[in-house]
């Protein structure tokens, strides 16, 4: 017994979990949470917003800045414009190609410049979040400035759903280009290569099986959630890392 619990705390060290970190994971049924993007040309502007993403960060509320990890997760697919045929152009090969390439992803690897290190009850902290952000498959290092508000639970915070809270708030731009989605002539002028993005979410730490990143996975309830980013993702080279990720 002793030797096995020698084993997991060696483990631990060696792939450097942060123990004191707690993890949050949003309802991605919740349509509220949402990611925008506006693309503002001469001729058109275009506001796109896909709904119900997913998210999962583990951070430690005590120090924003030790070994904070987390995945966002966007559903191209789910792209919204207000224009069903333009809709069908974005997704198609020639724009995003969202059926090779479905997801725009960030991957969280770090935070700079926090205005505060600890995330106090109701109080918003100004952060900058860097990490890869990936989209027509190409990956790129970005860095986002974003706003993160913890609330501790109470009854006020139940009326949106239980647990301790993280709601986060981030804006940032990239050119399309830079991504290799080239603008097809026809929207020459109707479509710019600079896109700005603007992502909300609310998650909680009852999604994400409480303040143990590595608790039992009966929240998750199912192996469909199996390699992706989440606390009950049990891939054998580390089994509490939120954002392990099979390939494909």
């Known amino acids: 017994m002793k030797s096995k619990l020698g084993f997991i705390i060696l483990a631990f060290f060696i792939i450097g979990i942060n123990l004191s970190a707690q993890t949050f994971s949003v309802d991605s049924k919740d349509a ?28 430690n509320k005590n120090n924003v800045a030790d070994k904070p990890m987390g995945k966002v997760k966007v559903d191209i697919a789910k792209i919204k414009t207000g224009i069903d045929l333009r809709d069908e152009h974005l997704r198609s090969e020639n724009w995003l190609n969202a059926e090779k390439f479905p997801y725009a992803e960030f991957k969280l690897k770090s935070i700079q410049n926090a205005s505060s290190n600890k995330l106090s ?43 301790n809270l993280l709601v986060a708030n981030a804006e940032f731009s990239i050119n399309l280009s830079d991504y290799g989605v080239e603008i097809p002539s026809m929207v020459v002028g109707k479509v710019n290569d600079k896109v700005e993005i603007d992502v909300n979410f609310v998650a909680s730490d009852v999604n994400a099986g409480g303040m143990n990143p590595c608790a039992s996975c009966n929240p998750c309830g199912t192996k469909q959630m199996e390699g992706k980013c989440n606390p009950c993702s049990m891939k054998k080279a580390n089994p509490c890392n939120p954002c392990a990720m099979k390939k494909g």
């Open 32 to 59: 509220r949470n949402q990611a925008q993007f506006v693309s503002d040309a001469p001729f058109e502007k275009i506001v796109g917003v896909s709904s119900g993403l997913d998210a999962t960060v583990m951070i």
């Open 121 to 163: 009850n109701g109080q918003k902290v100004k952060v900058t979040l860097v990490g890869d952000f990936t989209v027509h498959g190409v990956t790129k290092e970005i860095k986002v400035p974003a706003v993160l508000t913890y609330f501790e639970e109470n009854e006020q915070t139940k009326a949106k759903m239980p647990g």
